[in-house]
Each structure stands twice: as structure tokens, then as C-alpha cells.
């Protein structure tokens, strides 16, 4: 009686472990949780792109217009203002994402 009640712990900690092992080694060699699939991977460009500015405002890089980018603009800035506990460089980011893109919107 012992004997199979050791057994089956034993069995149910092996599943257990070997099961956290393997999502330990997923998260290792880079494999991403539902969650993480909808971040950009990748830190910024040295100079702003039109790509980028769209990716930072969050919009398509065609056919946005100047009052979706002061929309988002507004909305970031906001949420990531250095004076509300945001940080000055996403900050700078941002305020150069909008002006990249209405300098070069049509």
C-alpha cells in the first residue's frame, strides 16, 4: 500500500517537473506566450523611419492622416508622460514618431 502511494507521487512530481522543465526551456530558447506575440521585437532605428513612426503611434504606415496621428499622439503621451511616471526617451520616441509623420503625410 505504501509502496504504490510512493509510486504514485513519485510519478505526479516527475510529470510535474519534467512538465516546468520543458516551459522553462521554451522560454530559454525564445518562444513566446499569446501575450508576447503582439510586442515588436527589436529596440529603435538610430534614424526615425516612416515604418517605425507608424509602429510607435501604433497606425498603418498608408493613409493615416493628421488627425489620427494627434489622436494617438494624444493617447501615448498621456499613458508615458515623464511628468506621470513615463519615461523621458519613449516620450521623445513618440513626440518624434508625430513629427516624422506629419512632416511627411500627405
Known amino acids: 500500500m505504501a509502496t ?44 526615425m523611419t516612416r515604418r517605425e513612426a507608424a509602429l510607435v503611434l501604433q497606425t498603418n504606415e498608408r493613409g493615416v492622416t493628421r488627425e489620427l496621428i494627434r489622436k494617438r499622439h494624444r493617447q501615448l503621451m498621456l499613458l508615458n508622460h515623464p511628468d506621470r511616471g513615463g519615461s523621458p526617451y519613449l516620450a521623445t520616441k513618440i513626440n518624434e514618431a508625430k513629427d516624422f509623420l506629419e512632416k511627411n503625410s500627405s
Open 4 to 47: 504504490a502511494l510512493y509510486l504514485s507521487i513519485g510519478v505526479a512530481a516527475a510529470a510535474f517537473f519534467g512538465r516546468a522543465g520543458l516551459v522553462a526551456l521554451r522560454r530559454y530558447k525564445g518562444g513566446t506566450n499569446q501575450l508576447g506575440r503582439a510586442f515588436y521585437k527589436g529596440g529603435f532605428e538610430s534614424k
